[in-house]
């Protein structure tokens, strides 16, 4: 079986298939943060989801181009740089090296391209003169723009493709100014907002005289630019199905014209949101954590990565502290077995056997549509088999680097970083300082340095290979 998705567009399961003629190129495009706060851990939810499925097609064998965008001017990014008295980019940049720092921290690798918005208004501006050419977009005395639904929709086009709505009611010609906006007011929406006072000193020139444009272009200019006018895969949170997605499609449509008979984009798929007590994590009530928060309480980032991929990327779920615990044990316990692996290889390497059960029952379990329940019910079958091997010493040094590689492999989808890895250089001394004071059987000076250890939160354990310094 290959890789079958859920594509929001079809609301089914399909099987992957990219555009690429020689099925071996993929696009992706999902859309980044709005840098103008810090990032909080329901929004990385989305983009350690979008980390996950790049890096599954990648082990699927698919030569992946990913594409992240900043958005770096919108009405929220004004609001804020009008009450901090900085400029655009000087507020932006600030979030925008926090965002990229929570990601690492996160595991997630670097998208390899990262558009940002107010780099990309002349393609902005090409897209919305192709609008007004195509008789969709119009513009107003003020000097914005606007899409024309009706006018779209005349020309043959459907405006509600990843949801239904009720075009009926729509009044023609009504207009919504917001970038942000519920599907019960769908009107008219901003391609290019003309100046005003509010904006401050954030404006740029364009045909239809000083403005900004509107949050849905800048994606669909983005991603067209370094896509193309048809790409395989665009991600991101289930908010944006409505206005921003539907938007986006109406927008790359309606200027391209898709009559070839392919769309803009052929896979669409979205990540479910973070809950608080039932209700999505959002700045605006305020329940919402941020990576700093998490980790000054001492847990680390693969353990929030952890805990956002333990749920399929469809299913809602909670976020508590007590499941941020679970995610410390869950990890430990994988921790303790690769760690009695790497000393049983004594410096051997091995190729991954493909159809082991680890690798088979993972690459099953994501291939439906990133079943992860069942890939973490492989992983942890396999810790409990390769832990019973180890005590009944069933496995030579040969063995245990196979199974060290099957996890490598699995783990290049996961990105579990790992832990003993982190072990940072003053400790390693300790360790090594302790290993001295016991051969030279000073064990009140050996006592003292692992009581040292333990105060910063590391323990010694003595293997027949020699100790190994972990968290406590
Ligand atoms: P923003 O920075 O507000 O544009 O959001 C960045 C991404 O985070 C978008 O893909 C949103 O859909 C997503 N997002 C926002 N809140 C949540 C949440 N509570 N859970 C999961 N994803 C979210
Ligand atoms: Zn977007």
Redesign the pocket.
């Given at each position: 079986m290959g890789l079958n998705v859920f594509n929001t567009l079809s609301r089914s399961v399909e099987p992957f298939v990219p555009l690429d003629p020689d099925g071996k190129k993929v696009g992706i495009y999902c859309?980044?943060?709005?840098v103008h706060d810090f990032?909080h851990i329901?929004?990385f939810?989305?983009?350690v989801f979008a980390d996950v499925v790049r890096r599954y097609l990648t082990f699927r064998g698919f030569n992946v181009n990913h594409v992240m965008n900043i958005?770096d001017v919108e009405d929220k990014i004004i609001r804020r740089v009008n009450e901090s008295g900085k400029s655009l980019s000087e507020y932006t940049n600030e979030f925008e090296k926090a965002f990229f720092k929570d990601l690492k921290t996160l595991g997630c690798l670097m998208p390899d391209e990262q558009p940002h918005a107010t780099k990309f208004i002349g393609p902005i501006i090409k897209l919305i003169k192709k609008l007004e050419k195509n008789g969709i977009a119009y513009s107003t005395g003020d000097g914005s723009v606007y899409f024309s639904i009706e006018k779209y929709r005349k020309a043959g086009n459907q405006y509600g493709q990843l949801l239904n709505l009720n075009l009926d009611e729509m009044r023609p010609g009504e207009r919504v100014s917001n970038d942000e906006y519920e599907k019960e007011s769908v009107a008219d929406f901003a391609l290019w907002k003309s100046r005003v006072p509010e904006d401050g000193e954030v404006f740029w020139n364009s045909p239809w005289g000083e403005g900004r444009p509107g949050w849905h272009i800048e994606c669909s200019a983005m991603s067209m630019e370094l896509l193309g006018p048809s790409f395989d895969l665009h991600l991101?949170?289930?908010?944006?199905v409505f206005p921003h997605h539907e938007d986006e499609i109406a927008q790359s449509e309606g200027a391209c014209m898709h009559s070839n008979g392919k769309k803009f984009v052929k896979y669409w798929m979205h990540?479910?949101?973070?809950?608080v007590e039932g209700k999505?994590?959002?700045k605006s009530l305020g329940n919402f954590f941020t990576l700093r928060d998490l980790l000054a309480k001492g847990f680390d980032g693969r353990e929030v990565r952890y805990l956002m991929i333990s749920a399929h990327y469809r299913e809602t779920f909670n976020f508590t502290l007590d499941n941020l615990e679970g995610a410390k044990t869950a990890m430990s316990r994988i921790d303790e077995c690769t760690a009695k692996l790497h000393e049983l290889t004594l410096g051997q390497t091995a190729e991954p056997v493909n159809d082991s059960p680890l690798i088979s029952g993972f690459t099953e379990a994501m291939d439906n549509d990133l079943n992860v329940s069942a890939a973490w019910a492989a992983v942890f079958d396999w810790v409990r088999d390769t832990n019973r091997k180890l005590t009944s010493s069933g496995l030579d040094s040969a063995a245990a680097a196979t199974e060290l590689a099957n996890w490598e492999q699995i783990n290049s989808v996961l990105g579990i970083k790992s832990r003993e890895a982190k072990a940072p250089a003053e400790i390693l001394v300790l360790a090594e300082q302790r290993q001295a004071a016991r051969k030279a059987k000073d064990f009140a000076r050996s006592d003292q340095i692992r009581d040292e250890l333990a105060n910063q939160g590391w323990i010694i354990e003595d293997t027949p290979n020699g100790p190994r310094v972990k968290r406590g």
């Open positions: 859309c980044g943060p709005t990032a329901g929004n939810r989305t983009f958005t991101g949170g289930e908010d944006l990540g479910a949101h973070l809950l999505k994590m959002s």
